[in-house]
């Protein structure tokens, strides 16, 4: 049963315009959470993490919001831009065992 | 920088073979990780290693094992390889000896198609 949960599969954004990638949790004991962006033919790669005692992370174009009561995440991207074409994937971290979600195909329209 | 290496990058493979990927790193971090990632499903995790001389299971473990020699290899084994198998796999690691908090860095990818 998947614990971490991502129910859109494909986003599309016009440039310059905010992308809210949303992602859904079970499992109550993830403390730590992640979201990586992978292009085709490589791997994914870090973006932005947040741990389960704060509900706000920023850096720069990119912020983490952490609703630990409703067991949701979201990935805002603003202004977005057409590099941040990609899929991308939410994590959880439990007893240093990382779940991700199915990930979400963001495309930025220019 | 090398990260993590994987090899080889694609195979092509029968049925019934046996079959190794192998991955290597360098940044000596100590937990280690298996996903395989298909279309609609994500990535979901194989095997992982916590530290050398242990491994666990994950979410999908049937028909792979792992092992964990030393601190920077990985390799992970199909005994018998079947269709059902064929996919993207990525290697992992990440430095979480404090806990929560440590990052995943995946390597590149192994593109393995069982026939």
């Known amino acids: 049963d998947q614990q971490v949960k991502q129910n859109s599969p494909s986003l599309s954004v016009q440039e310059g315009r905010i992308s809210i990638l949303n992602c859904d949790y079970t499992?109550?004991?993830?403390?730590?959470f992640l979201w990586y962006k992978k292009y085709p033919a490589e791997g994914p790669t870090f973006l932005i993490s947040?741990?389960?005692?704060?509900d706000k992370n920023e850096d720069g174009r990119f912020t983490v919001f952490l609703n630990k009561s409703a067991k949701h995440l979201s990935l805002h991207i603003v202004p977005s831009q057409p590099g941040d074409s990609a899929v991308y994937f939410c994590?959880?971290?439990?007893?240093?065992?990382?779940?991700f979600g199915t990930g979400t195909s963001l495309t930025v329209i220019p | 920088i090398a990260g993590i290496t994987q090899a080889p990058t694609s195979q092509i493979l029968a049925a019934g073979r046996r079959m190794t990927l192998r991955c290597t790193q360098d940044m000596r971090h100590n937990a280690m990780y298996w996903y395989r990632q298909d279309l609609g499903l994500g990535l979901r995790l194989i095997h992982y290693?916590?530290?050398?001389?242990?491994?666990g299971k994950g979410e999908v473990p049937d028909g792979y094992s792992v092992s964990r020699a030393n601190t920077d290899d990985f390799p992970l084994t199909l005994a018998s390889a079947v269709p059902s198998q064929t996919s993207v796999y990525f290697c992992?690691?990440?430095?979480?000896?404090?806990?929560?908090?440590?990052?995943?860095?995946f390597g590149e990818g192994s593109r393995l198609t069982v026939l």
């Open positions: 290693s916590n530290t050398a001389g242990t491994t």
């Open positions: 992992a690691s990440s430095n979480n000896l404090a806990g929560a908090g440590g990052e995943l860095f």
């Open positions: 994590a959880a971290n439990d007893r240093n065992q990382f779940y």
């Open positions: 499992n109550s004991m993830f403390d730590y």
């Open positions: 947040i741990s389960s005692i704060k």
